[in-house]
């Protein structure tokens, strides 16, 4: 019992025997490739098949009989193996040479027989008539080097088709490359790849576990992010209330393990109550409209519903967005507008005749790396700090409390030591900004050849956060030095000048200076 | 030395001049040629006949109409034309030259 196939040759239907069936596949398929390339080449094998279609009915006895094995081997034998077409027109390619290079037009392929993965290198190595081996070093370089050469090697292996008939195989090492070629390579390079992209995603569509297994975590994990958008969502419009609805002054605000309240912390920044206002209400707004678009897109992840009036509604949040920046956009430029012009106050405050000066901070003092003698507030003239290490404000009784100052030494042009105190500030107005200097309370004392200093200073609160700034500044004269407790804190750096321009500062201990 | 190679080579050779000796008498369709052919046993394989055709139809040298058959598939009808009468005699002069050439050699 033999299967049989029924097939059509330029229309005729006959009936194969399936190995006469395939025999002939394999015979047409080996002729196309010999023709392909060949000028007229289709109309060679439609008269071939016509040919074939000729001898078939001559084989058959009896009309619509099958046709066996043994009949396609005649009809092979008359017609001849497929090399026999090639041989015909090979005379011709002598003679009209330099077209029929054109057609020969050199392609890149996988070469699927000698690969080790997907052919990719023994592809390039026979379009370039290289080893093999100099490839796949090349590609491993690449790797090693900077990790391209696996994104390259993915991104050739898609776009390149594998070599699959002799005729691609032949073409594979063919001639060179010229322009034309090039580019309908890339041309068939981008069909394939859009091809490939769709045969993937049909695939992918179609209900394999995978995709399924897949779309599910997909899934899970939308839901997941709705969720938590739409908590984030109502947590912010509660803080959105708070600030809108409340005082801000009752709200609690921590500052350095201090506790204050948001109302006074916007009244040491913003100099009116208007401006403290408005950048509260700037703010609410910006965060309600953020608090309400993550609720929307949490419950949009977590269930469905009208599209229309979801983009509207977000519309509207961004409009509300942007008002608020707007908003705190014009507070911000007011505020800064106070920050632009420095104002200083400074005063010589006293003068000392002895041999040396005895500088008196508090022990916790140190040198900052910007050479500027800065002391933390412990144990100083000043109010001391609940938290004194580091704290970044210390408000009470209107009043704001700064540590750290900062000490210049210059020579001074007499024998005397010579005081000045500089008070700095910003503000909006010269005017504005001196005032702001003025109002700066800095303690010192002077007594017996000692300088006495509080380590920080105090301005009013309501003259704000203006980078309100104190500087000591020591004109020590010349072969005279500072002390602190034991140690000298300034002398001469060599035994003429002090050196001006870095304010460096040296400590005499044993006879031997030595950087502080 | 391949013998059948060259014999191969030289039916070749006149394979052309034969087809168009034949179309000279007037029109024929390709199996009538390859059975002309066949009779003058001249053909080995009717693989090399199709694809001269198509290149001497592409030459000019032949023209072809369709015509349908009530037994078959519809048949090529290939006939000379004036440019292909022209090769044609150039071809049969070089036939004789040849043979005559041939003989010369052959009988001295």
């Given at each position: 019992m033999n299967k049989t196939v029924s097939i059509h040759i330029q229309g005729f239907p006959f009936t194969l025997e399936e190995q006469a069936y395939e025999t002939l596949q394999q015979y047409l398929k080996a002729l196309k490739e010999i023709l392909i390339?060949?000028?007229g080449g289709d109309e060679i094998l439609q008269d071939v098949e016509l040919r074939i279609v000729e001898l078939f009915q001559e084989c058959q006895?009896?009309?619509?009989s099958v046709i066996l094995q043994t009949n396609i081997e005649e009809v092979i034998a008359v017609l001849g193996s497929p090399e026999n077409f090639g041989e015909a027109t090979s005379e011709k390619q002598d003679s009209t040479q330099t077209t029929s290079e054109e057609r020969h037009g050199k392609r890149f392929f996988r070469?699927?027989?000698?690969?080790?993965?997907?052919g990719v290198a023994s592809g390039v190595a026979a379009y370039f008539h290289i080893d093999v081996v100099f490839v796949r070093a090349i590609l491993v370089l690449f790797t090693m080097a900077f990790g391209s050469g696996i994104p390259l090697y993915i991104l050739l292996w898609i776009i390149t088709p594998s070599a699959q008939t002799a005729s691609e195989k032949l073409q594979m090492r063919g001639l060179p490359v010229n322009f034309e070629s090039i580019k309908s390579e890339f041309k068939g390079a981008t069909e394939r790849v859009e091809k490939n992209a769709k045969k993937w995603s049909s695939q992918f569509r179609r209900d394999s576990a995978l995709s399924k297994g897949l779309r599910q975590i997909v899934l899970l994990i939308k839901k997941v992010i709705g969720i938590l958008l739409v908590l984030w969502g109502l947590f912010s419009l509660i803080h959105v209330c708070l600030f809108l609805?409340?005082?801000?002054?009752?709200i609690p605000a921590q500052v350095n393990g201090n506790f204050t309240s948001l109302g006074e912390l916007g009244s040491l920044f913003f100099e009116t109550k208007q401006l403290t206002n408005l950048a509260y209400f700037g703010i609410s707004i910006v965060l309600f409209s953020i608090a309400f678009t993550s609720i929307l897109l949490g419950f949009r992840m977590l269930f469905f519903f009208n599209r229309k009036w979801f983009s509207r509604t977000i519309l509207f949040f961004g409009v509300t967005f942007l008002g608020g920046v707007l908003l705190l956009g014009i507070v911000g430029l007011q505020t800064l507008k106070s920050f632009t012009i420095d104002g200083a106050v400074s005063a010589e405050v006293s003068s000392i005749s002895a041999d040396s000066l005895q500088l008196e901070i508090d022990a916790d003092s140190y040198w900052s790396s910007t050479s500027k003698y800065r002391v933390s507030?412990?144990?100083?003239?000043?109010?001391?700090?609940?938290?004194?290490?580091?704290?970044?404000l210390f408000a009470e009784n209107g009043r704001i409390y700064k540590s750290g100052i900062a000490i210049t030494y210059t020579t001074s042009t007499d024998s005397l030591f010579h005081i000045s105190i500089e008070k700095k500030a910003n503000g909006s107005s010269y005017q504005r900004a001196n005032q702001r200097a003025a109002n700066i309370d800095f303690p010192m004392n002077v007594a017996n050849g000692q300088l006495l200093l509080s380590s920080g200073y105090s301005f009013p609160?309501?003259?704000?956060?203006?980078?309100q700034e104190v500087i000591v500044k020591i004109a020590v004269p010349k072969g005279k030095k500072v002390w602190n407790k034991a140690a000298?804190?300034?002398?001469?750096?060599?035994?003429?000048?002090?050196?001006?321009?870095?304010h460096r500062a040296y400590i005499y201990t044993d006879g031997k200076y030595s950087a502080w | 030395m391949n013998v059948e190679n060259t014999q191969a080579q030289m039916r070749k050779g006149v394979l052309e001049y034969c087809i168009l000796g034949i179309l000279n008498q007037g029109e024929a369709y390709p199996s009538e040629i390859l059975n002309k052919l066949r009779t003058a046993q001249?053909?080995?394989?009717?693989?090399?006949?199709y694809p001269l055709l198509t290149r001497l139809k592409n030459l000019e040298v032949l023209s072809y109409r369709w015509e349908e058959s009530t037994s078959g598939p519809p048949r090529k009808y290939y006939k000379i034309t004036e440019k292909g009468q022209k090769f044609y005699q150039d071809l049969a002069r070089t036939w004789q030259e040849l043979q005559q050439a041939v003989d010369q050699i052959n009988q001295n």
């Open positions: 390339n060949e000028p006895k009896v009309p619509s070469d699927t027989e000698s690969a080790i993965i997907g609805f409340v005082d801000p002054a009752i507030n412990k144990n100083g003239l000043f109010k001391p700090s609940k938290n004194p290490d580091q704290w970044f609160s309501k003259d704000c956060f203006r980078d000298v804190v300034y002398p001469y750096s060599s035994e003429n000048q002090i050196d001006q321009t870095s | 001249l053909l080995v394989v009717e693989g090399t006949v």
